[in-house]
């Protein structure tokens, strides 16, 4: 079973910047294609940024295009979403999901293992 753990939340002013972090264990890390959705308020969770097996391939949603970028590093089995010029609208639960896929996914039922989010607030 593969558990996955996001860190790196916070209360931060608008403008700032947060890393977060999506430690795994339990799986083959390499081989799982991963992303990270959010969910705010009131709000359907939205996908924000996807990365292959690989890291060599990336996709974004527009509002996450240069501010944001998704990598990961297999020997540490940890994916990363580096956010920078955090804006009010950015807050939200942020969700880090595996896909047993090498393949893209953009919606959040192809995915097969969550973790518990970590939350994200960013003050005007």
């Known amino acids: 079973q593969v558990q996955l753990v996001e860190s790196g939340g916070g209360l931060v002013q608008a403008g700032a910047s947060l890393r977060l972090s999506c430690a795994a264990s339990?799986?083959?890390?390499?081989?799982?294609?991963m992303a990270w959705f959010r969910q705010a308020p009131g709000k359907e969770r939205e996908l924000v940024a996807i990365?292959?097996?690989?890291?060599?391939?990336?996709f974004y949603e527009n509002f996450a295009k240069g501010r944001f970028t998704i990598f990961r590093d297999n020997a540490k089995n940890t994916m990363y979403l580096q956010m920078n010029s955090l804006r009010p609208e950015d807050t939200a639960v942020y969700y880090c999901?595996?896909?047993?896929?090498?393949?893209?996914?953009?919606?959040?039922?192809?995915?097969?293992?969550w973790g518990q989010g970590t939350q994200v607030t960013v003050s005007s």
């Open positions: 999901a595996a896909r047993e896929s090498r393949d893209y996914a953009y919606i959040s039922t192809a995915y097969d293992y």
């Open positions: 339990g799986g083959t890390f390499s081989s799982y294609s």
């Open positions: 990365i292959k097996w690989n890291g060599e391939n990336t």
